[in-house]
């Protein structure tokens, strides 16, 4: 089985790449490394002994699609490309609209050219906007509160109408909930230039001493300690969860939707404290006002991922604390030497 995945130098299109090697599957990577670089394909290496085909370039750019199609006859895509920073989309519509819709629209019609029409799409939890009810299922009313947000719904959208339009088309939406960690090889996991945005990896800037102390944001949330609750799933078992999908999409027609998370939600406090205690290191923090958009709480009902596709995550929070610390401290090492 031959498969394209776009992004799959990314943060969560690495573990993928990894887990479909390991799988035996063959693998082509087109990314414009906007958002990553160059040298994961030498760590994919090291972990698998294998070797993905790549194509450094633009999932926007149709010759290159085409090119590559041609040069590949693909069983199914996994399509990651993409931005996904909250924030940034707030400041610049644009760019989200045109790169997320772009690169989906461009991919469809080539694949559609090529009579490639199995595809594999990164959704996300954010589609459920701020959800009524908890544990969130799929069937639950779907909204959004940021542009990004608005590019994953639309984008939902469209394929469903393609998938309408044509019955031989074939789509998994899987719509993650908080991944974090890395592989354990700590050879390959997430590592966000500049101050970021999202807990995990600034708890890690914390721990390296690169940032003073974290902001919780909010202690006075409706939750068991009364800081935000989050569905936080290790990367490998999301990365798993697309193979899973993989075999759903190469045996069966039509589309579907489904939650990728743990269905356990765990609050910003008890992460610091897993953290602190996997890792023998103080996490320094204070009590910050809540950040607009937040939500309480955010955890999935993951039955139909497990009805569906055979799938549920099995690595739990500490594990993914300890690898998530694991991949920056063997990088600040390889980068120390
Ligand atoms: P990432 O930024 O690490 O990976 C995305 C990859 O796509 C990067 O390597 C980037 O260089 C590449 N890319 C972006 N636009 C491209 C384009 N036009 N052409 C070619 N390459 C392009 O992000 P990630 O965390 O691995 O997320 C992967 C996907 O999953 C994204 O679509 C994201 O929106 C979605 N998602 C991520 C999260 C999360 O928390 N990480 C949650 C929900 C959904
Ligand atoms: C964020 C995105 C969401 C995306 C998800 C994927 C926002 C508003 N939402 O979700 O669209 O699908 O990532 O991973 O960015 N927190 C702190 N201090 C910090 C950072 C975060 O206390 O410095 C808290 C937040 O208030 C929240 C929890 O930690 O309660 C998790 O936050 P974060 O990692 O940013 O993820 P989400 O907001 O759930």
Redesign the pocket.
Known sequence: MKVLVTGGCGYIGSHTVVELLQEDYEVVIIDNLSNSLKEVLTSIETITKKKPIFYEGDVVDFSLLRKVFSEHSFDAVIHFAGYKA??ESVQKPLMYYRNNLESTLHLCEVMKEFGCKRLVFSS???VYGSPKKLPITEEMPLSTTNP??TTKLMIENILRDLSSSDNEWSIALLRYF??IGAHSSGLIGENPKGIP????P?IIKVAMGELPQ?????NDYNTKDG??V?DYIHVVDLAQGHIAALNKVINSTGIDACNLGTGKGYS?LELVQTFEKVNHIKIPYQIAPR?A??VAE?YADCSYAKKQLDWSSKKDLETMCRDAYHYISVLKKSTDI
Do not use: E, Q, W
Not at 197 to 200: F, G, Q, S, T, V
């Open positions: 909250v924030g996300s939890a954010t990004y947000g908080n991944p945005n999202n807990l995990m600034y974290l902001d919780i944001f909010g800081t935000g989050r910003v950040r958009g937040d955010c």
